[in-house]
Every structure is written in structure tokens, then in C-alpha cells.
């Protein structure tokens, strides 16, 4: 198991050591502290792209479009190092795409049916009467 020990220094003795202040000498462990925990056990690709992806349990009074706006307004704002970049994702991400393959279906399904309606009736004319009738 890992004890921290790097070059025969633990973190203990890190924070027994104490610090010179203006105050006095100061503990390192009165004002830090540590824990292990565990490494990510794999890299993310989205597109050869290797990727990081934020995550949070948001409060009950918040709603993820209010996060996500104040999130997004903060990293379009930030200068990134040359070879990152940032995209938006998430829960508003997802429904706006499900939205959006929604509305594709629903066309694809009015040609179909217009398509299924013009062989039934043999008529071009006909089955727009009978779309338009349904719409209205």
C-alpha cells in the first residue's frame, strides 16, 4: 500500500514541519491538509481526442440550464493553452440533440406517410387534402 513517502519524506512529516510567519512559527498541518484518493483509471477519447468531462450534483434551488449558462460564459472566457479547447455537453447538450433527432423523425414521417398516401389514391392532390385535413 502507498504511504505517501516521496523520497523518504511523508506527508506527515510535511505537516509537522513548521513555518516561519511574522506571527510566529506556524505548523504546516494547522492551516493544510491531505488525502489520497484514487487516479483516473482511463483516458476518455471523443474523436482521437483525449477528453475531460465536468460533472457536479447541483443544489435543489438550481437548475442545470443555470449552471450550465454561468459555466459556459466562464470557460468561453478563459484563454486556454494552445491545443485545448472546450465544448459544451451535459444534460442541455443531450436534450437539445434529442430535440433535434425528434423533429428530424417527425418530417421523415410526414414524407412517408404522404408517399404511402399518393400510392394508396394514385393522386398527387388527394392525400395533401387529406394532410391538411389532419392538420387542421
Known amino acids: 500500500m502507498f504511504d505517501g513517502a516521496i523520497d523518504g ?18 505548523m504546516v498541518g494547522t492551516i493544510a491538509n491531505y488525502n489520497f484518493e484514487s487516479a483516473i483509471s482511463n483516458i476518455s477519447r471523443e474523436n482521437t481526442n483525449i477528453t475531460v468531462r465536468v460533472e457536479s450534483d447541483i443544489e435543489q434551488d438550481l437548475t442545470p440550464d443555470i449552471i450550465q449558462s454561468q459555466f459556459t460564459s466562464f470557460a468561453e472566457s478563459y484563454q486556454y493553452p494552445s491545443g485545448i479547447s472546450f465544448e459544451v455537453g451535459g444534460e442541455t447538450q443531450e436534450n437539445a440533440d434529442i430535440i433535434q433527432a425528434t423533429g428530424v423523425a417527425f ?21 395533401v387534402i387529406i394532410m391538411y385535413s389532419i392538420v387542421m
Open 9 to 26: 519524506v511523508t506527508p506527515n512529516e510535511i505537516l509537522d514541519m513548521r513555518i516561519p510567519t511574522r506571527a510566529g512559527s506556524v
Open 107 to 127: 418530417i421523415i414521417a410526414l414524407v412517408l406517410i404522404y408517399a404511402i398516401l399518393i400510392l394508396q389514391f394514385n393522386s398527387f392532390l388527394q392525400p
